[in-house]
């Protein structure tokens, strides 16, 4: 079982619209929670981060985390095609407390 | 000029040669990783350094080596290339001081070998 999970995709969703991309992790001691964008052939930039169970808002954007159901998502609302990226979960703590476990990425495609 | 500068961004190379991919940084921080990214298998972590006393083996370390020659500087090398190694190689950093401690990534480097 792969540490963090995540559906490759690609989720096509209409500009303006909002997404939501979803992402599972196996530690249950997991402790950090991120995201990253990465567009292609580029290096993978954060868009933010979460620590505690609930949501964390930042401009167009909204992690929630739900520890219990070891569950992660990011919500981009007003989705723009400059949006049009992969994006990547990770994930820090539990029993490697020091390494960050990334997921396979979700690709979104935001159609004009 | 950026943050983490990894050189070359561009490699092709042959079947049992040697290979050092160069990574520097003048952000500071006291943690530098290497990972590499292949298609649909996301980011896999090859070796970590917490200082330049501490090296530490990632994921899929067997067939590299690194070195950590300064605070700002942190090698990957492929003593022997072999063409699954072919991949886009990250050198990552992080500052424990910071509350968030996240991953600034550099441009990356692509190897390919024949």
């Known amino acids: 079982q792969k540490e963090v999970e995540q559906n490759s995709g690609p989720l096509s969703v209409p500009e303006g619209a909002i997404a939501s991309l979803n992402c599972t992790y196996s530690?249950?001691?997991?402790?950090?929670f991120f995201w990253y964008r990465q567009y292609s052939g580029k290096s993978p930039e954060l868009i933010m981060f979460?620590?505690?169970?609930g949501d964390k808002e930042d401009g167009r954007f909204t992690a929630q985390l739900n520890k219990a159901s070891q569950y992660v998502s990011l919500l981009i609302r007003d989705s723009q095609p400059s949006d049009s990226a992969t994006y990547l979960c990770?994930?820090?703590?539990?029993?490697?407390?020091?390494?960050?476990?990334f997921g396979s990425g979700t690709k979104l495609n935001v159609k004009p | 000029d950026a943050d983490v500068t990894q050189t070359p961004r561009n490699r092709i190379t042959k079947t049992g040669k040697r290979i050092m991919l160069e990574c520097s940084q003048t952000k500071g921080h006291d943690r530098m990783y290497w990972y590499r990214q292949d298609p649909g298998l996301g980011l896999r972590l090859i070796y970590y350094s917490f200082d330049v006393k501490d090296i530490n083996k990632g994921e899929i370390s067997d067939g590299y080596s690194v070195s950590r020659q300064a605070q700002a500087k942190f090698s990957l090398s492929l003593e022997s290339a072999i063409p699954n190694q072919t991949a886009l190689y990250f050198c990552?950093?992080?500052?424990?001081?910071?509350?968030?401690?996240?991953?600034?990534f550099g441009a990356g480097s692509r190897l390919t070998v024949l």
């Open positions: 990552a950093t992080s500052d424990k001081r910071s509350g968030a401690n996240v991953l600034t």
């Open positions: 979460i620590y505690s169970n």
């Open positions: 530690d249950r001691g997991s402790q950090s």
């Open positions: 990770a994930v820090k703590g539990g029993n490697n407390f020091n390494k960050f476990y």
